[in-house]
């Protein structure tokens, strides 16, 4: 809907800037100048615009900045979709998702699933960022061979994301049944 609306003001933008839509409105008021200047004898026929080539920068650097912002966020609605769909089949790859689900299914309970989400979501995410974190700091450092990087970055990744993950379910609950609680009342 954002997009349509976007593409739509572009049109109008666009046809109320052309010179074809603004050289009838010109014309009217040149008439009008015209008709005052035959009876004014201070203003020489020189002085006249050339309607023909009548073009305004300004309009038309307005219109590519509107345009250009619209190019921008129509690029990170891209990004973002691309983002977004690259975890989620990520997370269905390597089934955190579908064990989500599945402890959902068989424990009859919402809670269940989702926590289960949340704690293997940061495991995953723990052992990604630890390793990645391992190799940076192995290569900036030279501490240990690639290998004993990504091994030790995995593990602390592991224990990291396990204890983000129980630590992110205990906020969440609480915060849950705080904002019930004031809901209630």
Aim: glycine share 12%.
């Amino acid at each position: 809907m954002k997009t349509l609306f976007f593409l739509i003001s572009l049109i109008l933008t666009s046809i109320s800037t052309s010179p074809v839509f603004c050289q009838g409105i010109v014309r009217s008021n040149d008439t009008i100048i015209n008709h005052t200047s035959d009876t004014t004898a201070s203003t020489s026929p020189n002085d006249s615009t050339d309607l023909e080539n009548d073009f305004s920068p300004g309009l038309f650097f307005i219109a590519m900045v509107g345009f250009g912002f619209m190019l921008l966020g129509v690029g990170c609605g891209i990004a973002l979709t691309f983002i977004v769909v690259l975890v989620l089949s990520g997370l269905i790859s390597l089934g955190v998702l579908s064990a989500a689900v599945l402890v959902g299914l068989n424990k009859k309970s919402y809670t269940a699933g989702f926590k289960t989400f949340i704690i293997l979501g940061s495991l995953v995410g723990g052992i990604f960022l630890g390793s990645a974190g391992f190799w940076v700091l192995n290569k900036i450092m030279k501490w240990w061979t690639t290998e004993t990087a990504l091994l030790s970055g995995s593990i602390a990744g592991l224990i990291a994301g396990l204890l983000f993950g129980y630590t992110s379910w205990y906020v969440l609950r609480r915060l849950t049944g705080y904002i019930m609680g004031k809901l209630k009342t």
